[in-house]
Every structure is written in structure tokens, then in C-alpha cells.
């Protein structure tokens, strides 16, 4: 592979954002700085272009097999669309396994999903559906396979009960492992989903009104405290929706909390619960666990993305509408639940957060690639543009004006969440360990190429 010379963009290093040149050779960043030559590199003219690490992605469900339906982007054309947007490195948060099955199940199927396929560098969360000593041990055994991060839920079929909670927060705390949690209150969202089926009160609008914003923030307490009483466990809340729950985790840091980390994704900060009153069943487009909210909290997650956010991931999980969302067509709770968004993070977050002055260009970084590097043991390698990391770039041009649709998109599905949008500044260039896999717009990785990382063990 030839070496990469990027030649005076307005770069966001570990330590500075300015003008300079980066060369790259060996899939590594090999030198930073102004006025850099190599006579045998690749040129990239990068001049009047923003360089940024590029994103990384610690929430996807590719290939996801919810039972009633499966995710229709799979880890080639799932990652091609990643690569597309800006985003270099995606962490995924496998399935639910058969029940009983071993905490390496999960496992051993997506290393085969993804093998031969993933176009950029992936990792795995694990998934842990119930709590025995096989599990618990095989914690530790996973760890030194590169999986240190695990998912755990509080609802659906394979919710753990508190006490196994516990178990897993003490024996990650112990291990250096990092819990993930989806929390929503169980008994809650159940009582209310038959209650309004009984009823026939089946349409979108119905969805949200199921799952109260209370429901969601009630569980995120209730971890967060679990976690302190195992002595401040690792513990990272997926896609937070709703300023409650974040008043949550504001008072446990300011009560000294540690290790504690909030995700949140785009369609919680650009989208609202109107939109599940769209006409006849448009709003199955947007049926997502946790719902869209209301205006107020998306103003609560926009302002707290300078602060209290750590991160902002996808959860993306796309399902065709006219073949899959479609399933809820005459009841919402048999519609396949997630929104597909994997391509639209960076351009949504350099768009609607930098160009629009909501965060620096700076914080954008660190919440899309830098943060999640960090939290899920991918830092150094990944996250930051320094000396010795790998060669991940993109290059934003800031002046390319892009109206969002599903026409610009790779996801392999039917529609855009964002359809319409309009947005300041778009992805030109996508290079993977010193790769250019995008160039002006066209993609040009082989399916494979991407490859399994071995993450690190937590530690902050
Ligand atoms: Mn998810």
C-alpha cells in the first residue's frame, strides 16, 4: 500500500485544530506537521476540508435477528453505509441467543457474520441474557478475546431481575468489564402495551404513550445506583432519550459517582414524538425503543452534548418499511422496533452541532470518535489523529450542501429517518488504515477488508 500524504486541511489532532499535513504509511499515522514532503505518497489535497478522526460507531445492529424480522443491513453493506457517512470503526451489540445459550454464542455467530464482509474495523459487545457462574466466568474468559464491554436489558424477553443485575455490575467491576445497559421499566411498558391492545388502541401514536420517558429515566436510577453500591461499576446508559433520566445521571456524578457514561443518539436530538402522528402508518418509520420524546428533552440532550453527554452512537437498526416496519401496519407492538442511521450521524453532528454553533468542533470529535474510543478500550489506535495511531481519516467538506435523503444513502433500506433535511458540510473522503475506501463520494473497499479488533479492558 502506497503511503498517503493529506496535504492542508484544518485538522483536529489530540492536541490542537489547525492547518497541517498528515502523512500516513503502513496503515499508521506516521508524521503530523506543516509543510510535510514525500516524494512517493499519495497526494490528497485536503486544502479548504476539515480532517477528523474517523467516527466511531459503539451501537449497531447489524444483521440484528429480533425474531419477527431481521436487520436488512448486513456487515458488508452496513459498514460500506458507515464508511460512507464518516465512521471507521463500529462496535456491535449482537441478538439475544437461544435462551440458556453460552455467553460465547452470540459470539462465534458474528465473527461469522462479519467475516469476509465488514469493510472498516468492528468489535463486539456481548450479550448477557441470564446469570450463572458459567456466565459470570466466562466474563473473564471473553475479556482477553477483545470482548470488555456487555449488554445488558431490563426489559424484553431476557431482562435480568436486580439481584442478577448486581451480579454482573460486581463481577465487571472486579474484571475491568464495561456494563451497557437498555433501561426501561419492565412491568410498566407491559401493563400499558396489553392495556391499550385491549382497547384497540393500536396505532403508532400509541407507541410512545407505552413507554413513558418516566419508564426509561425510573431504570436508569435504578442502575446507576445498583452500580454504585458495587462500588461505582463500570456502567455506560444507551441511547438516553429524555431530559429525566439525564437529571439522573447529573445528580449521581455531582454525588461523586465514577465510571459512569451516557450515550445518546440523533434521532433523539433531531426528531420528536410528532412524528408517530404522521399520516395512516408513516409513524412505524420511527418505531424505536426507547420512542421518540417530546421538544423539551431533545433541547435537555442538545444542551447537555458540551457536558453531561459522553457520546453519540446510532442504534442503527434498519428494517424496509414496506416489507418489514409494515408488520405493525394493524398493531404497533408487531412492528419490528429500530431506525436506520448509521450513515447520517457524523454529517447530522457536524451539521446540526458545529455548523449551527451547538458544540465546537472539538467536543463533535470527541463525543463521534474520540469518547467512544476511549470508553470502549479502542484509544489509541483509534479516536484520535496522533503519531502511531491507525490511519482512520475523513474529510468533511464544510461548504458541500446536502439535502438528506434516501437517494444519497448506502443503508440497504427504503427510507431515511431524516428525509429532507437539509445540512451544511458532507463526508468527501473516508481512509481506513490508511486506505481511502471513499473518494469524493465513491466508495471503493473490498467487502473483508474490515477488520475484528481485540479491545482493551476498561480503565479511566
Ligand atoms: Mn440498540
Not at 471503493?444 to 475484528?452: C, N, T
Request: proline content about 5%.
Amino acid at each position: 500500500m502506497k503511503d498517503l500524504l493529506i496535504k492542508g486541511g484544518f485538522t483536529v489532532t489530540e492536541d490542537v485544530e489547525a492547518l497541517c499535513d498528515i502523512l500516513c504509511s503502513g496503515g499508521k499515522i506516521k508524521q503530523i506537521g506543516k509543510n510535510i514532503s514525500a516524494a512517493d505518497a499519495e497526494l490528497i489535497d485536503a486544502a479548504g476540508k476539515i480532517v477528523i478522526p474517523g467516527g466511531v460507531d459503539v451501537h449497531t445492529h447489524l444483521s440484528l435477528d429480533a425474531g419477527i424480522a431481521v436487520a436488512s443491513d448486513d456487515f458488508f453493506t452496513g459498514t460500506v453505509a458507515a464508511a460512507c457517512g464518516g465512521t471507521t470503526t463500529i462496535v456491535d451489540h449482537p441478538a439475544f441467543g437461544p435462551a440458556g445459550c453460552s455467553l460465547d454464542h452470540q459470539i462465534k455467530k458474528y465473527h461469522r457474520l462479519a467475516e469476509g464482509k465488514a469493510v472498516i474495523d468492528y468489535g463486539f459487545h456481548g450479550v448477557i441474557q441470564h446469570v450463572d457462574n458459567d456466565v459470570l466466568s466466562m466474563m473473564q474468559t471473553l475479556m482477553k478475546e477483545g470482548i470488555t464491554s456487555y449488554k445488558i436489558y431490563l426489559t424484553y424477553g431476557f431482562k435480568l431481575s436486580d439481584d442478577n443485575v448486581f451480579r454482573v455490575l460486581r463481577r465487571a467491576k472486579e474484571i475491568n468489564a464495561l456494563i451497557t445497559v437498555h433501561p426501561e421499566n419492565d412491568g410498566i411498558i407491559n401493563l400499558l402495551r396489553d392495556e391499550f391492545r385491549a382497547a384497540g388502541k393500536t396505532s403508532p401514536h400509541y407507541h410512545p404513550l407505552s413507554r413513558p420517558a418516566e419508564c426509561e429515566a425510573e431504570a436508569i436510577n435504578r442502575m446507576i445506583l445498583m452500580a454504585h453500591i458495587a462500588d461505582d461499576a463500570p456502567l455506560y446508559i444507551v441511547h438516553l432519550s429524555n431530559a429525566l433520566g439525564l437529571e439522573f445521571i447529573k445528580i449521581a456524578r455531582d454525588r461523586g459517582q465514577k465510571n459512569l457514561y451516557a450515550e445518546t443518539c440523533p434521532q433523539y436530538l433531531f426528531l420528536d414524538e410528532s412524528r408517530y402522528d404522521l399520516p395512516g402508518i408513516e409513524g412505524l418509520k420511527y418505531l424505536m425503543c426507547p420512542p421518540l420524546r417530546r421538544p423539551s428533552d431533545e433541547e435537555a440532550l442538545l444542551q447537555a452534548l458540551p457536558s453531561d453527554i459522553n457520546t453519540v452512537a446510532t442504534d442503527h437498526c434498519p428494517f424496509f418499511f414496506e416489507t418489514q416496519k409494515i408488520l405493525g401496519k394493524d398493531d404497533f407492538t408487531k412492528c419490528p422496533s429500530g431506525v436506520p442511521g448509521i450513515e447520517e450521524r457524523i454529517p447530522l453532528m457536524f451539521s446540526e452541532g458545529v455548523m449551527k454553533k451547538r458544540i465546537s468542533l472539538r467536543r463533535f470529535t470527541e463525543l463521534c470518535s474520540t469518547n467512544p474510543a476511549k470508553i470502549f478500550g479502542l484509544y489509541p489506535e483509534k479516536g484520535v489523529i496522533k503519531e502511531g495511531a491507525d490511519a482512520d481519516i475523513v474529510i468533511i467538506d464544510p461548504d458541500k450542501n446536502v439535502t438528506l435523503g434516501k437517494n444519497l444513502l448506502h443503508e440497504n433500506v427504503d427510507y431515511c429517518a431524516y428525509e429532507g433535511f437539509e445540512l451544511q458540510g458532507w463526508p468527501l473522503c473516508t481512509i481506513s488504515r490508511g486506505e481511502v475506501i471513499l473518494r469524493d463520494g465513491v466508495f471503493s473497499g473490498d467487502a473483508g477488508r474490515g477488520k475484528f479488533i481485540t479491545r482493551k479492558e476498561f480503565s479511566r
